[in-house]
């Protein structure tokens, strides 16, 4: 089945301690993206990744990491996090290299920092 | 820079009413694309449709349809007869096509559809 797997779904962490969440996708899709969810600010993209070692801020990327050594995944590192980062996660990609294809989402990755 | 604005907060209808949820965006480019997605009270992400700037057709399928103005930088969906399984926040998006911006893509905040018996 086509998909993409977030892990883990629920997180609860303390500040400063490191923590990764996996997103892997099974249909050789290009194009990955993190976004982040809060209530009354929809969804704000984190960092994106068009392909292979290609890696690139959206628009909320202070705090976190990624890498995409491998095309079917792609961590998205917290290296110390804060409760200002308590929200849900989404993993999404797309066959193309660019936005303009329909995007497939991993199930949330509900995040509290306390 | 782009922007997607969806005023509406929250709506709450009664089954089989229609409701028509607004999307206005900004833009400078001529090549864009917009989607709708739904969010269910399960929390998952579903594509609902895609529409690139040089198609105006309106869309339908199934009780959905979506009605894209350029005049007017709207692209509003509208359910027809709406059922309780449509209770959602439903979310608009842009995506430009230019040079360095193919990979951006920009959310509305959402409209939390309440349909209630």
């Known amino acids: 089945e086509a998909q993409v797997t977030q892990n883990p779904r629920y997180l609860i962490t303390v500040t400063g301690k490191k923590l990764t969440v996996t997103c892997s996708q099974n249909m050789n899709h290009e194009y990955m993206s993190w976004y982040r969810q809060d209530p009354g600010l929809g969804l704000r993209q984190i960092y994106y990744s068009m392909n292979v070692e290609v890696t690139d801020k ?3 990327p202070e705090g976190y990491k990624v890498s995409r050594k491998e095309k079917r995944n792609f961590p998205l590192i917290l290296e110390s996090p804060s409760p200002n980062q308590t929200s849900l ?4 990609s797309s066959l193309g290299e660019a936005t303009n ?14 | 820079a782009q922007k997607v604005t969806q005023a509406q907060t929250e709506i709450s209808v009664v089954e089989k009413e229609d409701v028509t949820l607004d999307c206005v965006y900004e833009t400078r480019d001529t090549t864009y694309y917009l ?3 739904k969010q269910p009270p399960s ?3 579903v594509f609902l449709i895609r529409r690139n700037s040089f198609d105006e057709q309106n869309e339908i ?5 979506w009605n894209f103005q350029k005049s007017t930088s709207s692209f509003n969906f509208t359910i027809t007869a709406s059922q309780v399984v449509d209770s959602a926040v439903y979310f608009c998006a842009l995506s430009e096509v230019g040079a360095g911006t193919a990979s951006k893509l ?3 905040t959402g409209t939390r559809l309440q349909v209630t018996l």
């Open chain 1, 58 to 60: 959206g628009d909320v």
């Open chain 1, 89 to 92: 996660y989404f993993c999404a």
């Open chain 1, 101 to 114: 294809e329909k995007l497939f989402f991993g199930s949330g990755t509900q995040l509290s920092v306390l």
């Open chain 2, 35 to 37: 989607f709708w997605y």
């Open chain 2, 43 to 45: 929390g998952e992400l």
């Open chain 2, 61 to 65: 399928s199934g009780r959905y349809s």
């Open chain 2, 106 to 108: 920009t959310f509305g």
